[in-house]
């Protein structure tokens, strides 16, 4: 009679299981941004970001002493919420930076790090693109 009971415990448990894990639960989708909306000048304070359409772009601040001509170029991906620019060194090497976006609209861009920094930037227009 113990190994019946036992049989049937186990299998009443193996179906509760079965059936709790196989219940639809809705899966949280993820943010996706219009890519296009990303495209042009934007800044935040004296930091300044060009995103271009074929992938590329660069920063520059001013609070360094650096001027629009000698921004740091950048190649860049938006994947969902993910921003990556790979930042191109002068040397040659390649320091990837990767932001989660939390706002992409015609006039504000706002991203955080990993590390608990946050940025909100403003489209505006450069006075011209020369990079």
């Not at 049937?8 to 993820?30: E, H, M, Q, V």
Request: with cysteine; glycine share 8%; charged share 20%.
């Amino acid at each position: 009679m113990m190994k019946k009971i036992n049989i049937y415990g186990i299998l009443l448990i193996a179906f509760l299981a079965f059936a709790a894990i196989s219940c639809d639960r809705p899966t949280p989708s993820k943010p996706k941004f219009d890519e296009s909306l990303l495209m042009g000048y934007w800044q935040s304070g004296t930091l300044h970001e060009y995103y271009k359409e074929d992938g590329t772009g660069y920063t520059w601040d001013t609070a360094d002493d650096v001027l629009e001509e000698e921004a740091q170029p950048y190649t860049w991906t938006l994947s969902g919420a993910t921003l990556t620019q790979n930042h191109l060194m002068e040397m040659g090497g390649v320091v990837p930076k990767t932001y989660t976006l939390t706002t992409l609209t015609a006039t504000t861009l706002a991203y955080h790090d990993n590390y608990g920094t946050s940025y909100v930037f403003y489209k505006g227009n450069s006075d011209e693109e020369t990079y």
